[in-house]
């Protein structure tokens, strides 16, 4: 007899090839270029309950330019496997041809000449005619936000982050759960908790002052959907008061809590549920190695990473799926699930090309609404890109939008040394393109945006880098906190990825004198999102505007200034 394990396989290899035809379809469609809406929605419905699942819009309602990595380093167990695999290697693992759509949703080669062809992508609009279309097919589908969402925009900020929850409770998801959302302080977010027409879950969100879990954040909830007793679980970010600053939600405590995830299936299980859902913002390495740990979990929806794969990663009996960022793509799974039991699944990435997917015009006049009291702040053009320059910001050790801010820091701060936290959130803006306040603020925009300046040794530096870069590359998924690498300007240094904490970083340089880093010096030091409280200095965006100003046409040359190992 097949092992329901063997079933999944099975299932997971029927999903790349017929799929719904799943990735496979919409990237020969693509090298045909012949893409529509209905291609890219064609889907052979399957079993008895479907789930759709978006995460890391940060904001963005508009459609955008978002290119994906082109290096993004697996460490340990994860040296090679995916997500941990970009560019050419990517597509010769999916199948995608190379100049085709897939090839420009989904990898970085030839982006700005693709994109010139194939267009900006997501919208909450487009997303909106996905999820409707979905919902049309299978009405009980669960519509599930894996967070970031209240975060990343001009109009979040300002409007502390009520443009994103009128536009997504329009969408009425079923859950969501957080991680960024909650730098708007504890005050806000329990504000618009409180109102949310949906489940806000979250089972590792605990009360600081008495370790205890919170009312106001449950740890699970039960959905019927297509006959089977559905329990979604929510985890959210658990590194939250490390990577964030832990005094604007101090109510609050984290961790992945993987004990405790734990009892919470086996709760849910005991109470009947037939599915069990994750809805995870862990960061896909995390993810899989909770798979490992907690059994009984069917499905883990990942987020956090901004990780976007064709197929879902089979841990055990559990499947991993990811999603993407910034409104790019919308997964749909459907699983058959029988006497308590998920059998089989198919899964669809579905790339969300705005030029191809009529808008929501509900939606549509909601984004304007929310958009139109500052219009013409958003619209104002501070400088261009040069014909040369594309400004990303994905990558493990640099992109050419943090580039920029550094080089901003450097000037306007008149530093030494730069540093800009590696974030992952922030569209891209094409050779010979405006940048216009919107732009600079979809890559700056946070509640702690002071750019400081301050004086480190050496010595301190040499700490510094050595801790970032032991959260991202230490071998045991549960201490990396995935994000990327802290970017440096006016500094050169080498990595070894495999060294252990404090032995990876080596020839550090001061780049404009082109000497070696003195431990016992001090340097003068700019910077931006520091998480202690009291920070002082002018808001980034304010410093990167004015550097934009000066400039007037924008050019960057390829960084080169990291040497990396160990790869």
């Known amino acids: 007899m097949i092992s329901r394990r063997d079933f999944l396989q099975a299932s997971m290899a029927a999903t790349a090839l017929y799929g719904a035809s799943s990735f496979g379809n919409w990237g020969k469609l693509a090298a045909q270029q012949a893409l529509t809406q209905d291609k890219l929605l064609e889907f052979d419905t399957f079993g008895n309950v479907s789930l759709i699942h978006i995460t890391d819009i940060h904001a963005q309602l508009k459609p955008i330019y978002f290119r994906e990595p082109s290096i993004n380093i697996g460490v340990g167990g994860n040296k090679g496997a995916v997500p941990h695999v970009t560019g050419a290697d990517f597509r010769k693992l999916y199948g995608i041809d190379d100049g085709s759509h897939s090839a420009y949703a989904l990898t970085y080669n030839d982006f700005s000449a693709l994109a010139q062809g194939y267009g900006k992508m997501g919208g909450l609009d487009r997303v909106s005619t996905v999820i409707n279309q979905i919902r049309a097919d299978r009405p009980d589908a669960l519509l599930l936000d894996g967070g970031d969402t209240w975060h990343g925009s001009y109009t979040c900020y300002q409007t502390q982050g009520q443009d994103m929850v009128n536009v997504m409770n329009a969408l009425k998801p079923d859950a969501m759960t957080f991680h960024w959302e909650f730098t708007l302080g504890s005050d806000r977010v329990n504000e618009i908790v409180e109102g949310l027409p949906f489940a806000a879950l979250g089972q590792n969100i605990f009360d600081a002052e008495w370790d205890e879990p919170t009312e106001l954040f449950p740890p699970y909830k039960f959905f019927e959907s297509g006959g089977v007793k559905v329990a979604v679980i929510g985890q959210a970010f658990p590194y939250m008061p490390i990577a964030n600053p832990g005094w604007m939600f101090p ?317």
Not at 460 to 474: I, S
Not at 481 to 488: A, E, I, K, S
Not at 496 to 520: C, F, N, Y
């Open 251 to 567: 109510e609050y405590t984290f961790g992945i809590r993987d004990e405790r995830m734990q009892e919470m299936v086996d709760e849910v299980r005991a109470k009947g549920a037939e599915l069990v859902v994750c809805l995870s913002h862990n960061g896909f390495d995390v993810d899989k190695q909770m798979a490992g740990v907690v059994t009984g979990i069917d499905v883990i929806l990942s987020g956090h990473t901004h990780d976007a794969l064709p197929e879902p990663v089979l841990v055990g009996e559990t499947i991993i799926v990811a999603s993407g960022s910034n409104g790019k793509f919308v997964s749909r799974v459907d699983l058959d699930v029988q006497n308590g039991r998920m059998m089989g699944f198919r899964h669809k990435l579905i790339p969300i090309f705005s030029d191809v997917i009529t808008p929501d015009k509900a939606i549509t006049t909601l984004i304007d609404e929310q958009r139109a009291p500052y219009a013409e702040q958003l619209s104002e053009v501070i400088g261009t890109t040069a014909d040369d320059t594309l400004l990303y910001r994905r990558g493990n050790f640099n992109g050419s939008w943090d580039d920029l801010i550094c080089d901003a820091l450097l000037s306007e701060r008149e530093a030494d040394i730069a540093l800009s936290p590696g974030v992952r959130w922030g569209p891209s803006i094409l050779p010979g393109q405006d940048i216009t306040r919107e732009d600079i603020w979809n890559v700056t925009s946070m509640t702690y945006p002071e750019a400081y300046r301050t004086e480190m040794t050496g010595e301190f530096l040499h700490v510094v880098l050595e801790d970032v870069a032991d959260n991202l590359f230490n071998p045991d998924p549960y201490y990396q906190q995935g994000g990327d690498m802290v970017r440096t300007g006016g500094l050169g240094y080498r990595i070894d990825v495999t060294k252990p904490q404090g032995s990876r970083i080596t020839e550090m340089t001061l780049l404009k004198t082109g000497e070696l880093i003195d431990p016992a010096k001090t340097y003068q030091i700019a910077g931006w999102a520091s998480v202690n409280e009291g920070t002082e200095g002018p808001p980034i965006w304010d410093v990167v505007e004015s550097h934009i100003r000066k400039l007037g046409t924008v050019s960057l040359a390829e960084n080169t200034s990291v040497t990396v190992d160990g790869v």
